[in-house]
Nanobody
């Protein structure tokens, strides 16, 4: 499975962006897809995850109420809609996929099998 993340860019605080994660090589069916981010000098942080089949979602505390993860089966794509962006949301955002991730482990990056390259999100104050 190859993952391609896109949609990053420069946005002012309070603005919005939508990130996309497209899979090639197979469908996302049966997978959990997660978004993680890493800011300079900081550890990787869990942002959100979605179980493809059930559409069950989970969010990191810092993005709850502002970010929404969704999926489009016709496009084999997972989206991360980011609203009310803050300067502290500035980071490289990466998507990942795993086929055997239990709900309690969705926040753990080492549980994911496949990673895409990151896309940079910069939020100016």
């Amino acid at each position: 499975v190859q993952l391609q993340a896109s949609g990053g860019g420069l946005v002012q605080a309070g603005g919005s962006l939508r990130l996309s994660c497209v899979a090639s090589g197979r469908t996302f069916s049966g997978y959990t897809i997660g978004w993680f981010r890493q800011a300079p000098g900081k550890e990787r942080e869990f942002v959100a995850a979605i179980k493809w089949n059930s559409r069950h979602t989970r969010y990191g505390d810092s993005v709850k109420g502002r970010f929404t993860i969704s999926r489009d089966s016709s496009q084999n794509t997972v989206y991360l809609e980011m609203n009310s962006l803050k300067p502290e949301d500035t980071a490289v955002y990466s998507c990942a996929a795993g086929s055997r991730i239990i709900t309690s482990s969705q926040t753990m990056g080492d549980q994911y099998d496949y990673w895409g390259q990151g896309t940079l999100v910069t939020v100016s104050s």
